[in-house]
Nanobody, 117 residues
Framework: QVQLVESGGGLVQPGGSLRLSCAAS????????MGWYRQAPGKERDLVAD???????NYADSVKGRFTIVRDNGKNTVYLQMNSLKPEDTAVYYC???????????WGKGTLVTVSS
């Protein structure tokens, strides 16, 4: 079974930085896409950023220039470096991976990021 282990959330002041990580395991096929979504209270879960195994990236407009997504294919781990954080970035951040072959999506349990002074 595919397992996702997320880490790195917490409380940070506006303008600060955090790095999220998500380690995926348990797939014999590997992961075509790895990424992060977020869900703020009362809102839908939206894409923050994702990255293919070839390194192509996709970002939400609201985080472009502030967040950077990278992955280590050897470790099946994806990282989200978040800089210049704003209060509106406060949300639960969920790791998402799309398995190769069948394209099955898997979700992490989520990690809370709170940006507040």
């Amino acid at each position: 079974q595919v397992q996702l282990v997320e880490s790195g959330g917490g409380l940070v002041q506006p303008g600060g930085s955090l790095r999220l990580s998500c380690a995926a395991s348990g797939s014999p096929f590997g992961f075509a896409v790895m990424g992060w979504y977020r869900q703020a209270p009362g809102k839908e879960r939206d894409l923050v950023a994702d990255i293919t195994s070839g390194g192509s990236t996709n970002y939400a407009d609201s985080v472009k220039g502030r967040f950077t997504i990278v992955r280590d294919n050897g470790k099946n781990t994806v990282y989200l470096q978040m800089n210049s954080l704003k209060p509106e970035d406060t949300a639960v951040y969920y790791c998402n991976v799309k398995e190769r072959l069948w394209g099955t999506n898997y979700w992490g349990k989520g990690t809370l990021v709170t940006v507040s002074s």
